[in-house]
């Protein structure tokens, strides 16, 4: 039998689906059994990030993360202890977030675009799940993410995705794909695979 707390990992490029994808297996499983962890919330400051070549940050990159504090986080969740952390916003970056509790669980869906680069919290993760869409349609749905959500302007979110997301995205996120147990193809849907996750996950709960 699986340990508990059993660890799930959602993994995909920018605006693949990862985040619809959660949001709809949450919907499926019990909530008193379930935490959630976004690799969002480990961002390091504005002033803290690597600069391009033009002096932009760049934030696709596995080092704009506290990576050590989001190891830290998921192995207290395994012990079974509270994890409290700023909730981070995209375009309020250095304006401190609201304060989120992650209590333990049974089940532990964690989020992001690196679990898979970073190896020791790959090596944590006893479901690991990649979510695969065109880089065309990824594209498009970021470009209009970033205009309605984040308010960016046209030119900006064309330039973090030519310089800095699709540039992280082939080295960083793509070549781990191979690594996952499930490989959800999402370029207009993804209800088999949501279905298959959804019924592995309920079995997990079950059998604990």
């Known amino acids: 039998m699986q340990r508990i707390p059993y660890l799930l990992g959602i993994v995909g490029g920018s605006a693949s689906g990862k985040t619809s994808f959660l949001r709809d297996l949450c919907t499926r499983l019990p909530a008193d059994r379930?935490?959630?962890?976004?690799?969002?919330?480990?961002?390091?400051?504005?002033a803290e990030q690597e600069r391009d070549a033009v002096g932009q940050p760049n934030f696709d990159l596995p080092s704009a993360i506290h990576r050590q504090d989001f190891h830290d986080d998921?192995?207290?969740?395994?012990?079974?202890?509270?994890?409290?952390?700023?909730?981070?916003?995209?375009?309020?970056?250095?304006?401190?977030?609201?304060?989120?509790?992650?209590?333990?669980?049974?089940?532990?869906?964690?989020e992001g675009l690196f679990l898979f680069h970073y190896e020791e919290i790959r090596a944590l993760l006893d479901l690991r799940v990649f979510i695969d869409a065109r880089e065309e349609v990824c594209k498009?749905?970021?470009?209009?993410?970033?205009?309605?959500e984040r308010g960016y302007p046209p030119e900006h979110a064309e330039y973090q995705w030519e310089n800095?997301?699709?540039?992280?995205?082939?080295?960083?996120?793509?070549p781990y794909r191979?690594?996952?147990?499930?490989?959800i193809t999402n370029h207009g849907g993804y209800e088999k695979g949501l279905e298959v996750v959804t019924h592995?996950?309920?079995?997990?709960i079950t059998a604990s």
Not at 140 to 148: I, K, N, P, V, Y
Not at 164 to 173: C, E, G, N
């Open 34 to 46: 379930c935490a959630v962890v976004s690799q969002d919330n480990y961002y390091r400051s504005l």
């Open 74 to 110: 998921l192995q207290k969740l395994l012990r079974r202890e509270t994890v409290v952390r700023a909730e981070y916003t995209f375009n309020q970056r250095d304006k401190p977030g609201r304060l989120i509790t992650i209590d333990p669980a049974d089940v532990i869906i964690v």
């Open 140 to 148: 498009r749905r970021r470009l209009e993410r970033d205009a309605t």
């Open 164 to 174: 800095h997301v699709l540039p992280a995205y082939r080295k960083f996120i793509l």
């Open 178 to 183: 191979d690594e996952a147990h499930v490989i």
């Open 200 to 204: 592995h996950v309920l079995a997990r």
